[in-house]
């Protein structure tokens, strides 16, 4: 990016380490209450309607077929933090830190025209790795969040193989809400950059998935 003509500053967002706690409490709060409307009575699947049962019955089965093991850890998590007597301790907290981070973020972007990052901590893992491991699952998002949680453009790029596994490594761009145009210029010129410096692009040499 200095190559290009870029100049590199580094950038202090205090709010970013509050980002990943701040992120599960809204999303699952979110999906609580989003996927509420799923009760299978107005469209989606149906199951257990063999005239028998309740319409709760037939909802809680619906429910229990139709959502996996994470929507549903999601949907506790979120039910229980909009529940009353937690709904300021949790989701009203979470809120708050959000617009923290977009402070953060509009701070940042009065020194700079566009922030570089990561995109993950780790290079792609495999598929069923950490199934079992919800908090390593959630880990993987640290670097995309703060940018989610503000709303602003945000694009990745490889920028290089680990020389570990020879998996790609992802560059977050990141440009203010509604400046895609600078998002995509600045992402263009970077890949261009990468493609005139391998000769081709980058993933023809990423190993086969």
């Not at 600045?186 to 890949?191: D, K, L, N, S, T």
Request: charged content about 25%.
């Amino acid at each position: 990016m200095r190559g290009l003509g870029a100049e590199i500053v580094e950038l202090d967002c205090p709010s970013f380490d509050l980002a990943l706690s701040a992120y599960y409490l809204i999303a699952p709060s979110e999906a609580s209450s989003n996927l509420a409307r799923f009760d299978a009575m107005r469209y989606g699947l149906r199951v257990g309607d063999d005239g028998t049962k309740s319409a709760e019955e037939v909802t809680a089965l619906t429910r229990e077929a139709g959502f996996g093991d994470e929507v549903k850890r999601r949907i506790i998590l979120g039910t229980y933090a909009l529940s009353s007597g937690y709904y300021d301790a949790y989701y009203g907290s979470a809120q708050k830190v959000r617009t923290l981070i977009t402070q953060d973020f509009e701070k940042a972007f009065e020194k700079v025209d566009v922030i570089v990052s990561p995109t993950t901590p780790t290079t792609a893992f495999p598929i069923g790795e950490r199934a079992d491991d919800p908090m390593a699952m959630y880990l993987a998002d640290l670097c995309t969040i703060p940018t989610n949680l503000a709303g602003n453009a945000a694009m990745s790029l490889p920028c290089g193989l680990a020389p570990e596994d020879g998996m790609p490594v992802g560059l977050q761009i990141i440009a203010p809400a509604m400046k895609d145009d600078r998002l995509y210029k600045v992402g263009a010129a970077v890949e261009a950059a990468f493609v005139e410096k391998w000769g081709h692009p980058l993933l023809e040499e990423a190993p086969s998935l």
